[in-house]
């Protein structure tokens, strides 16, 4: 009979207890930059494309939900033709963006991503495609990579040498 | 057999090995870059580092180079000890300097061995600050693509391409740290053979342009393991496809064949099967042009055609798998099929055919061939007609001088002391064309003349060799003291060869070899002859039988029949157009099935579309009488399917039940061996489809291969079933077990540490040895014991021609004379234009020079050509290039006038 009423009792105080629950999505609670949601591309500071189409994420993927191919502009700039990730088969494990050698692909904090039709799930490069660096500012892969593209030749990207003369005699 | 000790454990290895060699045939993990089993030691790199003990009391030990070091008996090395990893890791360190960082857009990553070796070693962080060293690239040409800042200077491109492979426009540039691997200003590079530098730089310095066009990481591609289709030798080779399109060719090692290396037209012509050109629905001619038509409507026109069986004849194919030409010959009967060949291939293969049956020479491999240590060419441009081969031949001719090294006991695989050794010593090889050959620079002599003075040649070897041999009259006294020469070298060695083939259209040529190679025999001596075939399967669609293409024409000709079936073949290829019309238009019904649009295609009244190699199985004979299974890489799309599925569906259309039983692959190779007893043994060539790898079925794709979840989510979210195959007992899978699968089912090298091709290593007997149980292909030519043959008797004099004519030869081409490969766009880009070539002598005598146009007259066309000056034809000759004009008459040699245009 006691134990009954000290149980009335508690549940009585609850009532003016401070709240936990959170009225989403009026109210949206704060997710670190690091939380793993919706992927995105992103872009290098110069404004292009970062993704290489280098098959790493891909490759990592433990669910194999994202596919690619990878073309070349004419200055030998490589980047991906499609890229595709099937969001329905998505675990959010974020292997991706760690496998990513340039800053690419990156997790970001929405997950607010749930679809009537599962094909909606499908996103294409356009859908993933974003105009800024997102976490990495600064980053360009093709500044530090020996490659020549566009706008960078031989020997000038960072930490290089100028390209070697093979007629020079000098020792 | 010797004993060694690797890390205190007792191992028994081969003698005569280094001991770099010796850890990896144990399946030990030994980091090089230098050493290639190809190309043997040269310790340049210090990558294969070991501590070696005197004995067993020995702790300190010393570092010695696996690669430089034999496996003599009792030696003592560790691979473990810290001092011999941390210095293997301190040279990767060093060769990484002023590595770019480039994997994430290098062709090489994922099977990149300087990665492999990295993460082997362990080094895993760049402590360096100082700058990268950097150069220019250059251009290679359509097929090669060069990236020089990743080069790590192991020199292995430069002793394949000008060592091994004989090449003189590529060379190692500038000194020290600047060393640059390249020609000597931007251009294609000349050799045939370039397109393995790829599979030979352990870097990306070097990589595969066409597939660089439709990049796919090794990973992500699907597997089939397939043979190649360019030429007679039959190189096993792993196609590779992704979203449905083949991306790229890499070497599929058969010690007995193709070993390490493929020619360019085996690696880059596959672009052939992705070409605009394909065949891809069934099409009916309607008011007088090809449309579309559904598979029924196509199998239910040809139903009708069929109604009269007795009027219908099927034309085989060279290039078609045996299961399709017996497929073709079941549904219309042996006595109606033929075999597609040209009247006069159709003879000189059958001739063929009949001397490496009865002997005595033997049909040697690639790898006997490259063991070889005297050899004869009769009339064959080796390069051009039969390209590996002429890689093995260029090995060859290292043979004796190698036995100089045995004697002063420096062993074999020590490259360049044996090199050094041998200067420019070469074995005896002779070569006897009508036109200079690629691998003059090797020979011991050449002798230029037209085909019937070739042949002559021969008779004089043979006869000068056994004198039972019959004898030509009216030999030069220069001729006849070379064909001594000849004899000589050939009787002097321990495994003679005489190379020889169809190329010249000549049946003496043939005779002669089989008579020097009888000689031979008779001097005591055990000849190998190998005997070059133009097609994949010319051999195989010979030995089912058949007419020639000539009498099937007689048949459509006198009414015997008026309904043709075409297998893979174009007919414009194989005989005249003025024939080749003429039979079309007095045939009723043209039926043809194939891959790619041909002109025949323009005449027939119903096509079907086939597979190309990469979509379907079956087996090849190459010029070795090796029987060879290729296999799907990817289900065909669509409409298209394998040829001889197409043709038991046309059997079932047209009431043939007994067509029932061929539901898949293993049923018509079973029907094959029952039906022809000289292919007895195809269904040997690889395992069934019931076989299983530890209860299951083995995967085409690598365990990472990536996207499945996604490659298809843009046409429908839910994935699909992967495509049963009911032909082999590989899967579109990725799933499967990890062990090595029988030899000719291997769809790709890859073993835990080893992403590159390098990988081979692990899935051999022993290093550059056969493949664990046997190397793929089964044999189905052996000499009969029987007493060999009589010698062939010599014409009494050559054929000439009436004044002022020229004798027309053909030339070949390993880019352009080939069908197929001339549709890939890398290999267009390499294919010459039409010409006529002179020797510039003749054309000073006609008044013309480069480029001049002149009119050739041959039957009654006319044709005019630029001329084409070329030193190393033989006086009197013009040359036209085979496979790119079209034929005239009954092909060449023919005698025609040359006047200017
Ligand atoms: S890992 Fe990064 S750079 Fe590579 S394909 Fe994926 S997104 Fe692009
Ligand atoms: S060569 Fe190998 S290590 Fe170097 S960039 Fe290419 S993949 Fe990476
Ligand atoms: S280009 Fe390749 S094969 Fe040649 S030296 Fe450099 S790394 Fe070695
Ligand atoms: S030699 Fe012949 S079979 Fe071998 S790769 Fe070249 S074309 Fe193909
Ligand atoms: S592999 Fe032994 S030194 Fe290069």
Redesign the interface.
């Known amino acids: 009979m006691l134990s009954i009423l000290r149980t009335l009792w508690n549940i009585f105080l609850h009532a003016f207890q401070r709240r936990e629950t959170v009225q989403y999505p009026e109210e949206k609670p704060y997710l670190p930059p690091r939380h793993k949601g919706r992927i995105i591309l992103t872009r290098d500071p110069d404004g292009g494309e970062r993704c ?5 994420c ?2 990592a ?1 433990p ?10 502009d004419e200055t030998g700039r ?1 980047y991906p033709e499609f890229f ?3 969001f ?2 998505c675990i959010f494990c974020g292997y991706c963006e760690e496998a990513c ?2 800053y690419a692909i990156q997790l970001t904090p929405d997950f607010e991503m749930a679809e009537y039709h ?2 909606n ?2 996103y ?1 490069k356009e859908d993933l495609l974003m105009s800024g660096p997102g976490k990495r500012p600064g980053y360009n ?1 093709w500044r ?5 593209i566009g706008g960078k030749d ?2 000038e ?1 960072e ?6 003369d ?1 007629h ?1 005699l000098l ?1 | 057999m010797t004993k060694i000790f690797v890390d205190g454990k007792a191992y028994e290895v081969k003698a005569d090995q280094s001991l770099l060699q010796a850890c990896l045939s144990l399946g030990l993990n030994l980091p090089y870059f230098c050493w290639h089993p190809a190309l043997g030691s040269v310790g340049a790199c210090r990558q294969c580092a070991v501590k070696q003990f005197r004995d067993e009391k020995d702790t300190r030990g010393r570092l010695v180079m696996s690669c430089m070091t034999p496996a003599a008996d009792g030696t003592r090395i560790s691979i473990e000890d810290a001092e011999a990893a941390a210095f293997r890791k301190g040279i990767i360190e060093g060769l990484m300097l002023n590595h770019p960082h480039d994997c994430p857009v290098c062709d090489e990553g994922g099977e990149c061995h300087l990665q492999d070796m990295t993460v082997m070693t362990g080094h895993d962080y760049r402590r360096t600050r100082f700058p990268k060293r950097t150069f220019h690239n250059q251009y290679l040409g359509p097929l090669i693509n060069h990236e020089m800042n990743r080069c790590i200077q192991c020199y292995r491109c430069v002793r394949y391409y000008r060592e091994y492979a004989g090449g003189h426009d590529f060379d190692a540039f500038s000194s020290r740290s600047q060393v640059y691997f390249g020609r000597y200003q931007d251009g294609v590079l000349e050799n045939e053979f370039a397109g393995n530098l790829v599979e030979i730089c352990p870097t990306g310095v070097f990589t595969d342009k066409t597939l660089k066009r439709h990049y796919t990481r090794k990973w992500d591609l699907q597997f089939g393991p397939s043979v190649c289709v360019h030429c007679g030798l039959g190189c096993n080779i792993s196609a590779g496809e992704r979203y449905g399109t083949l991306r790229r060719i890499v070497n599929r090692y058969n010690g007995e064949v193709n070993g390490y290396f493929l020619c360019d037209r085996g690696r880059f012509g596959y672009e052939f099967v992705n070409s605009a050109e394909r065949l891809k629905q069934p099409l009916q001619r309607q008011d007088g042009k090809l449309q579309p038509i559904s598979k029924a409507r196509a199998l239910e026109a040809l139903a009708g055609l069929l109604a009269d069986p007795k009027k219908v004849i099927g034309i085989g194919s060279p290039r078609a798998s045996l299961e399709a030409n017996y497929a073709l010959r079941a549904l219309v009967g042996a006595d109606r099929f033929y075999t597609g060949l040209s009247a006069s291939a159709a003879r000189l293969t059958a001739v063929a055919l009949e001397m490496l049956r009865r002997g005595p020479a033997r049909t040697p491999s690639l790898g006997e061939i490259e063991r070889a240590d005297a050899v004869l060419i009769l009339g064959e441009d080796v390069t051009n007609v039969a390209p590996r081969m002429a890689l093995a031949l260029r090995q060859s001719v290292r043979q004796q001088p190698m036995r100089k090294a045995d004697q002063l006991k420096i062993p074999r695989w020590l490259d360049h002391p044996v090199r050094e050794l041998a200067q420019d010593q070469k074995g005896p090889l002779y070569i006897a064309t009508p036109a200079a050959t690629r691998l003059d620079d090797v020979a011991t002599e050449t002798y230029r003349a037209a085909p019937d003075k070739i042949a002559r040649l021969g008779y004089a070897v043979a006869h000068a060799l056994d004198a039972g041999a019959p004898d030509v009259a009216g030999l030069s006294e220069a001729e006849r003291s070379l064909a001594a020469r000849i004899a000589e070298a050939l009787k002097s060695a321990e495994r003679p060869l005489v190379v020889s083939g169809p190329s010249l259209n000549s049946e003496a040529i043939l005779q002669a070899a089989a008579n020097v190679a009888r000689a031979l025999s008779a001097a005591g001596r055990a000849p190998s002859l190998s005997l070059t075939a133009p097609e994949c399967n010319t051999l195989g669609v010979t030995m089912i039988g058949g007419g020639s293409l000539a009498d099937a024409f007689q048949a459509v000709k006198s009414g015997s029949a008026d309904t043709v079936i075409i297998l893979e073949n174009d007919l414009y290829r194989r005989a005249s157009a003025r024939a080749v019309d003429e039979f079309f238009s007095s045939a009723r019904h043209i039926v043809l099935l194939d891959s790619v649009t041909t002109p025949t295609v323009q005449k027939a009244e119903l096509v079907l579309p086939a597979a190309t190699f990469a979509e379907s199985d079956g087996t090849l004979v190459s010029s070795e009488g090796r029987a060879q299974r290729f296999f799907e890489v990817y289900p065909p799309v669509g409409e298209i399917q394998s040829s001889w599925r197409w043709l038991r569906d046309i059997m079932m259309a047209a009431g043939r039940r007994e067509a029932a039983a061929w539901q898949d692959l293993d049923a018509v190779v079973a029907s094959v061996s029952d039906g022809i007893p000289a292919l007895a043994a195809v269904a040997q060539a690889a395992p069934s489809a019931s076989f299983r790898l530890a209860g299951a079925k083995i995967p085409r794709e690598p365990h990472r291969y990536s996207g499945r979840t996604a490659m298809l989510a843009n046409i429908n979210v839910s994935e699909p079933k992967p495509p049963e195959d009911s032909d082999s007992s590989l899967a579109f899978s990725m799933e499967g077990v990890f062990a090595q699968p029988p030899a000719s089912l291997i769809p790709f090298f890859w073993s835990p540490g080893w992403n590159s091709i390098q990988s081979v290593n692990k899935f051999q007997e022993e290093i550059a040895g056969p493949l664990r149980g046997g190397d793929p292909g089964v044999r189905l030519l052996e000499p009969s014991a029987a007493e060999p043959r009589a010698y062939f008797t010599p014409a009494s004099e050559p054929t000439s021609g009436s004044a002022g004519e020229w004798l027309l030869v053909p030339l070949y081409h390993i880019f352009g004379s080939e069908e197929l490969s001339r549709l890939a766009p890398g290999i267009a880009e390499l294919s010459p234009q039409p010409y006529v070539a002179l020797n510039p002598e003749d054309a000073n005598a006609l008044g013309v020079q480069e480029e001049t146009s002149v009119t050739l007259s041959l039957e009654s066309v006319s044709r005019t050509l630029p001329v084409k000056l070329m030193p190393g034809l033989a006086r009197g000759l013009a040359g036209l290039p085979a496979g790119i004009l079209p034929i005239e008459g009954s092909g060449l040699p023919a005698w025609s006038r040359i006047s200017r245009a």
């Open positions: 290489v189409a280098c098959y790493l891909a490759v993927c669910v194999a939900c994202i596919s690619l191919q990878a073309t070349e490589r595709r990730i099937n329905s088969r050698p340039t599962r094909q799930l499908v294409e892969f530090v990579s020996g490659v020549k031989k020997g990207a930490n290089e040498a100028p390209p070697v093979l020079s020792p």
